[in-house]
C-alpha cells in the first residue's frame, strides 16, 4: 500500500512542470526535486527526483490534456446547446427558427442541395424527396453526412436542376462569394429558391474565415448575379447579439480557449454554466424591453437571412 501511494505522488510531481506550463505560468524546469514526508508511514522524509527531461513522458502528457481538453469542449456543446447554459444557445435558437418559418417554400420539392451540409442540422425541416448534402473534399467535418464532395466555385451538378439551394455559414468561408452565388443561379431550376444565412457580427472562427455581410452587400451580389430578392433579414436584434458575443467572449475565447483560465473554469464550471445563462437571459429581456430588429439602418444582428428567388 505504502508503495501504492509513493508512486501516484512520483506521478504528480513529474506532472508539476507540465502543469505549471499548459496553464501559462511559463515555468520551465529540467528537474525538480520534492521532499515529501508521509506522516504514519514513514520516519524520514523520502526524496523523489522527478526528472522531467523526458520528452516523451511529457509529450504524452500534452497529448492527454489535449485530448481532455478536446472531449470537454465536445461534450459541453453536446449536452448544453440547446439550453440557455451554452455561450452560442441563442445563435443556434434564432437560425434554426428563421430557416423553419421559411423552409415550407420548398414543401415537395425534388431535389435541395445542402452546400456545406455537415451534418444536415436542417434536414427535418425540410421535406423534400432528395435532400443532397455537399461538402469539399477537404472539409473539417469528418463526421459529416454529405452526398456528394466538389467544389462550390464548380458545383458537380447540372444546370437547372435543382429546386431549392441551401447555404447556412458558409458564404464568409469563400474566397469569391460572388463565384459562388452564380453556381448557386445555374444550378437553380427557374423559380428555384436559394436559402442562405451568413454573420454580420460574429468573431473570426477559422483560418478560412473570410468577410462579413450587410443586407446592402448580400442585395448587390445576389441581384448582380441575377437573383430577385424575396427577403433579407436580421435573425435578432441588437439585445440578443450582444448577449451572444459577450458570452462567446467570456466562455470560448475566455474559459474555454485561455490557458490559464481554463483550469478555473473546469472546476467553477456550475458557476459558469450560471453565468452563460444570466447573460442569455439578459439579452432576450433587452430584445423584448429595447427592440431594434426592425429599424433596418441601426440593428445590430449577429446573423442574416437570405431568400433569393432564380426569375
Not at 74 to 98: E, I, M, S
Not at 128 to 143: F, M, N
Request: charged fraction near 20%; hydrophobic fraction near 45%; aromatic fraction near 14%.
Amino acid at each position: 500500500m505504502n508503495g501504492f501511494i509513493q508512486t501516484i505522488i512520483q506521478t504528480l510531481v513529474g506532472f508539476c512542470p507540465l502543469t505549471f506550463d499548459m496553464v501559462g505560468l511559463g515555468v520551465k524546469k529540467k528537474l525538480m526535486v520534492s521532499i515529501i514526508s508521509l506522516p504514519g508511514h514513514y520516519t524520514t522524509p523520502t526524496l523523489l527526483v522527478a526528472a522531467s527531461s523526458s520528452p516523451q513522458m511529457i509529450d504524452k502528457a500534452k497529448e492527454a490534456i489535449r485530448r481532455f481538453h478536446s472531449a470537454d469542449i465536445y461534450w459541453h456543446d453536446r449536452l448544453f446547446q440547446w439550453t440557455p447554459f451554452h455561450q452560442g444557445f441563442w445563435g443556434k435558437v434564432f437560425r434554426h427558427r428563421a430557416i423553419a418559418r421559411i423552409a415550407h417554400v420548398s414543401g415537395g420539392d425534388e431535389y435541395l442541395l445542402d452546400v456545406g451540409c455537415g451534418n444536415k442540422p436542417f434536414r427535418k425541416q425540410f421535406h423534400v424527396k432528395h435532400h443532397i448534402g455537399l461538402e469539399h473534399k477537404e472539409t473539417v467535418y469528418r463526421d459529416n453526412e454529405a452526398d456528394l464532395y466538389g467544389d462550390i466555385f464548380g458545383l458537380p451538378v447540372l444546370s437547372g436542376s435543382i429546386d431549392t439551394v441551401l447555404c447556412t455559414e458558409v458564404l464568409e468561408h469563400l474566397e469569391y462569394p460572388h463565384q459562388a452565388i452564380d453556381e448557386f443561379h445555374r444550378v437553380l431550376k427557374v423559380g428555384g429558391y436559394l436559402i442562405m444565412t451568413t454573420p454580420f457580427v460574429y468573431p473570426v472562427h477559422d483560418e478560412y474565415d473570410y468577410f462579413r455581410y450587410t443586407p446592402m452587400g448580400l442585395k448587390f451580389m445576389l441581384e448582380d448575379s441575377g437573383f430577385y430578392i424575396s427577403k433579407i433579414a436580421p435573425l435578432a436584434g441588437s439585445g440578443i447579439s450582444f448577449a451572444l458575443l459577450l458570452n462567446v467572449y467570456v466562455t470560448d475565447i475566455g474559459f474555454f480557449w485561455t490557458k490559464w483560465l481554463y483550469p478555473i473554469g473546469l472546476v467553477f464550471r456550475p458557476l459558469l454554466l450560471l453565468m452563460t445563462a444570466t447573460i442569455n437571459m439578459i439579452g432576450g429581456i433587452l430584445e423584448i424591453v429595447i427592440p431594434s430588429r426592425h429599424h433596418k439602418m441601426s440593428v445590430f444582428s449577429f446573423n442574416h437571412l437570405v431568400l433569393a428567388i432564380k426569375p
